[in-house]
């Protein structure tokens, strides 16, 4: 039993904003539906964490839903009743993002299906993993041209903030490869749209936040899939030989893949490792392999391999095994990634650097920064710097587990980070924990955030959808305050 004794509830009175009993007079009746909306305990605390572990908003009622018509219903239903609600996609979010305080949490997860695979595309539904989308295309001998280093995310949830991989520095983000979408919109209407169809709906989806409708399914780009992956990790001491190497590496332009990872290597010292890939189909070869050898990029250490293209893609799978077995993984992350440009890159990463200590990244924590081409992001909201050339930056924090504090201190030097970047004419990746004012997002958002304030008020009316951002577009009475 949970809220006012109910576990499934069956009317809400908007008044006393309470679950009722379906004979109250002012009560609003729960749809009917084919999966359930829940509000026992252990459901309502499972909506109030994610990968985070810092934020917990405790919701009215999970909807574990049967189908899309229980999504488009309960998020009318959610609309005449003012109850706020945000889609859960795998939870990867790490500060609550895709959490609702008293509003309804959609469980997306309950719709998976990946279906009709074809030469040049395939749909998912959103609340499939990356990697259900990988396992399905790749048995036609396709692939998406972007996966993000973990593929335990969601279709729904990258798509909601952009989708950033080792390729985007020739792919763009994921949300550059959708060409069609079904969204929930915040009457409960559901919607396809794509650049033909329904465009102001699809330009405010893709990387929208959530702001003006929930994705049920996406209809996605595939490219031919090598079955082979040469891999190189090139080690370098120093930041500016690192940056060099990277950008020489997406200039020659025959490299797949490009990322670098930096790595505490000592107090005050930093290791630096690129990872570049080629892939290829036996049996030809990789192209320039034998040309390509560590000592043309100034290396200090190298190492190549052959692996398969979905050993590759699952390259993480081992480092998140090993990080639950020793319980790190469900440790609080304080995660910030921002994009940054060129030509500020070095002198603030070395600034930063020089300030971090291995304790302020945590234990499994971890820096990336990589290349991406910004003339190839082509997403209407899809927010980055005024420069050709950018670099993703990361600071993956892990914090401790037996003090409270650690996670928020983390979280404070996030913001002073974050600070510095768009200080810079850097932009946030909006998946990050930091706390961020209405104000904030209007700044983030720049030129497009009057489009993304008038698509609010057409698609989401009542200001019910995603209030986990915090960021205010609404101007209608209904619109959930920030939680901050
Ligand atoms: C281990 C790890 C590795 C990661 N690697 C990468 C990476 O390589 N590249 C990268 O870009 N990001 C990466 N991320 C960040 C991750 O992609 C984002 O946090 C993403 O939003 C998480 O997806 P999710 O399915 O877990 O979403 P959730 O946390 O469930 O939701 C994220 C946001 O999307 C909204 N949302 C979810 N589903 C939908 C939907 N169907 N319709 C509309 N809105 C929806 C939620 O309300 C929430 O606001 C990584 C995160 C982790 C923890």
Redesign the pocket.
Known sequence: MSQQGFSWPVAFDPVTRTWVGRDSPAAVLVPELAGQLVCDESSLRWAAE??GHAVHRRPRAVLRPGGVADVAAIVEFAGKTGLSV????????TYG??QTNGGIVID?AKLNLVSDVRADRVTAQ?GARWSDVLDATLAAGRTPAVL???LG??V???L??????GTSHQHGFQVDSVEELSVVTGTGRLVTCSLRQNRRLFDATRAG??QCG??VSATLRVIPAASRVRRYRLQYRDLTTFLAAQHHLINHGKFDFVQGQIFPAAPGVWQYLLEAALYYMPPGTPVDATRIDGQDYGTIADEIDDISYRDFAHRMAPGEAALRDSGEWSYPHAWLTVVLPSAATASLVGEILARLTAAELGQSGLVLLYPIRTDRLHTLLTRSPDSKLAWLFALLRTASVDNPADVAAMIEANRVVHDRAVACGGVTYP?NSVPMSAADWRIHFGPRWRQLQAAKEEFDPHGIL?P?YGIGTHSAPHCPKPIG
Do not use: E, K, N, P
């Not at 945000?86 to 979010?93: D, L, N, Q, T, V």
């Open positions: 994610d990968f945000a889609a859960r996609g795998s939870g990867h979010s993002q895709a997306m959103a993000t280093d973990y995310t969601s729904g949830g990258t909601s903030v952009g989708g950033a991989g936040l959530g929930i994705i998946i995603t986990g």
